[in-house]
Structure formats: structure tokens, C-alpha cells
């Protein structure tokens, strides 16, 4: 099995690249995030690597990072979801964005992808709302040690002042990483006025 590919750039199209490893060309899948970061032909790369075997291909997918790698896997994990999806979510949608969205439920993000209709989009966020812990990072957060929402307070309470800054008008999404930031500087569990009021400060800026 494949899991790292260190070469030259060959080529690149839409939905894929060549790359070059002491003459032999390698055909690798990637999100279109990953294929605007690669370097120009003829330059030096690195390529992390997933390898799908099946009765009919063998099939290599290609990440810049091993975040995306970790999403790559996960999102394949729900019923409905596969290889090509993956590659058109995460194409779509920063690892970022798309964390903080499944955290926050929301979604509008991840049904923007090519692919992904409501029904498909909803069981994503229902089957993966419990697993993003590892993944969900705020802009607010991300100097705090592991920078993963973990907050005192309870899930309930930043919900609840989620629901209320969304009945403002801000989006889902915003209103998540507004509240779940604000909520790490108490050292014990905040009110949901509290949240609002902190989390509107937050907003803001």
C-alpha cells in the first residue's frame, strides 16, 4: 500500500495530478483546496496517501496535510458518502468551516458541495455531530491548550444562546464559534445571557 508520495509535480487537472517519482508517474485524486496549494510543474512535493483497492482500480488520494486526511477518512464513515463526495466537500469547504459547522449543526455549510442534497447533508451532520471534538477549532480558540471546544459550560447552555444569536440574524455557523469561544473564559459554567451578551461583544469586533 501506498501512503506517501514524494516527487515532482507532472501535471495538474480538475480533479487530479501527476507526480513524478524517479520517472514513474503517479495519478493521485485530490480536493480541489489541495490542488490550488500544490507547487508549480517541475517542483518538489510531498503527497500523504490513501490507497483504495477494488476489483476494478486502485485508486490513490492525496492530502497536503494530515487534517484533511483525518476529514478524508471520517466523512466516508457516513452511509452515502463516498471517495467523491469526500473530495467535493472537502473541495468546498475549509477543515475549519466544515468542524465548526457539524459542531454548531449546521447544515447549510456542508450542503454546498457539489452532491450533497438536504437529506445527505443532515445525516452528515447527525452522524458526525458527536465525533468533531478532536477537529473543531474557533479562531478565538486556537491558542488554548489543544484547542479543542471543550468548554465547563454545558452543551445545553451554548445551544441555547446559539439559538438566540441565530433568532438575530447571524448564522449558525458564526454564532457557534462566538459562543463556544466566549464560553472558555469562565472557570465555571456561564448562563446563557451571559453567553448572548459575550457572545454579541464577540460578533462585533
Known sequence: MIAKLKGLVDSISEDCCVIDVNGVGYLVFCSGRTLGNLPSVGEAVTL?????VREDHIHLFGF???LEKSWFT????????GAKV???????????????????QDKTVVGRATG?????????ITELKD?????????????????AVSPATDNTVIQDAVSALVNLGY??????????????????????SDLIRLGL???GQ
Open 48 to 52: 500523504m496517501i490513501e490507497t483504495h
Open 64 to 66: 497536503t496535510s494530515e
Open 201 to 203: 461583544k464577540e460578533l
Open 131 to 147: 465525533k468533531v471534538a478532536g477537529f473543531a477549532i474557533t479562531p478565538s480558540m486556537a491558542t488554548a491548550k489543544g484547542g
Open 171 to 192: 448564522r449558525q455557523t458564526e454564532a457557534y464559534m462566538a459562543v463556544a469561544g466566549v464560553a472558555r473564559s469562565f472557570d465555571g459554567e456561564a448562563s446563557v
Open 86 to 104: 469526500t473530495l467535493a466537500i472537502l473541495s468546498t469547504v475549509g477543515t475549519d468551516e466544515l468542524s465548526n459547522s457539524i459542531a454548531a
Open 116 to 124: 450533497v442534497g438536504p437529506k445527505l447533508a443532515t445525516r452528515i
Open 74 to 81: 471520517l466523512l466516508q464513515t457516513v452511509q452515502g458518502v
